[in-house]
């Protein structure tokens, strides 16, 4: 859709919830810094509402709500709150320093949910819905009220409540299908008559929030958006409850490329893509699955011959966008061992990193240090380790030194330093295995109950030179973190990417217990 051609009327709003339904998902939790780093980086990409958390949850979400209040300088910055008018007033305090505020609060509506969770009868519900709304109203013009579990709710109950909830204030009236039960035909089905239904629907903007469980939470949105919805709710990779979010990148781009079929615009600038997509990867410690679409590593990637020569041809042949629209580059510049500092920070600002000096010097450092031990340098090399070095710039044990012996002749033995708080520890540990013995070393300097429940190796490139990445996931009072590294030696790695995990307990320890979470 050309620029001249554009009507508000076809423009959808994008409601990214990265911070708050994305951080839900088990593991992913970012710390203060990182919410911060990735809040500035959706407002520069253009999206319309940032959920920046849930301030009722903790202190810490509190304060981050509150502090990308105060930095966010274009996007609505939305907090969410439950229907208690303690969960509004919190809300509404934090994102008081915004330039423009959102309060997004939610009740369930569906009968399984009001028998089960809630325990009311639907008439008391329906009047706490006028009281929540009424009370988000008090504090700001722009309020969102959302039937947690509206595609499981009985229809004429739902019209009653968004009638009520526009009727109290409401502004956007949200219908998420929370736990991804909907089909697409189902959810434009429901997003029309509903709208033909309410009264006074016009007053309203209608939002989609679906769930990925049946893998159709893209499929939905863009079906609800067909049905008259003007908002998006949606997080970077897709990330969130169980099965996720429909995903920012790929709903963005099925309108762009799709447009014929999908004649709505927004206002992301769609070469931020990538790099946003690898900001949250990187800030979450979950990884990116290789054949995801928009932003997967092999998203662009061509092996097969026939694919090739097509491609050689002409790239239409088999690519439906070009790379460049997302932020990916086509070639690929190979850096090793005798590449400069001029030549270097050329291919980190290609690739979208802006490093401060002490962190471009370490990163040169390590960059060198691994070009010494690897034949060719590729682009995910280098993200692995500017990636990896971002994130453990807030960590507080930190590994100096490593040394394995493995072999036939076992037991498998292990020495390691750490840097613990500033001071340095040495410990000698056995086990059945190379990576058993280093585990063990790390638990007798740093004691510790968790539980590993993850240990996954993948190589970042290919070759017998390829650094490995390393995930590992520990569990701790039935919570979970997710950490990942990146080395040329497969020990080294899986040493840094269980401290990392580590840290990220260390940190959790020091937070506030968070009370129960959102659920849509």
Known sequence: MTTANKSDKDRVVIFDTTLRDGEQCPGATMTFEEKLEVAEMLDNMGVDIIEAGFPIASDGDFEAVREIAKRTKNAVVCGLSRAAHKDIDRCAEAIRPARRGRIHTFLSTSPVHMKYKLQMEPEDVHQMVISQVSRARNHTDDVEWSSEDGTRTEFDFLCRCVESAIKAGATTINIPDTVGYSVPEEYYDLFKRVRE??????????????????GMAVANSLAGVRAGARQIECTINGIGERAGNAALEEVV??????????????????????????????????????????VGRNAFAHESGIHQDGMLKNAQTYEIMLPETVGVKQTSLVMGKHSGRHAFIHKLEEMGYKLAQNQLE???????????????????????????EMAQSHDQIRMVSLSVIAGTRGPQRATMKLDINGQQ????AEGNGPVDAVFNAIKSLVPHEAKLELYQVHAVTAGTDAQAEVSVRLSQDGRSVTSRAADPDTLVASAKAYLGALNKIVMKKQRD???AAAGH
């Open 425 to 428: 520890k040495i410990e000698e």
């Open 197 to 214: 239904t309410v009264p006074n629907s016009d007053k309203a903007v209608f939002s989609v929030h679906c769930h990925n469980d049946l």
């Open 253 to 294: 781009m099925a309108m762009r490329v799709r447009n014929d079929k999908l004649p709505y615009w927004n206002n992301i600038d769609t070469t931020m893509l990538t790099r946003a997509s690898k900001s949250v990867a990187a800030a979450t410690s979950f990884p990116v699955q290789y054949n995801k679409a928009i």
């Open 513 to 515: 217990v968070p009370v």
């Open 362 to 388: 370490d990163a040169f450092v390590r960059f060198k240090a691994l070009a010494d031990r690897k034949k060719d340098i590729y682009d995910e090399d280098i993200e692995a380790l500017v990636d990896e």
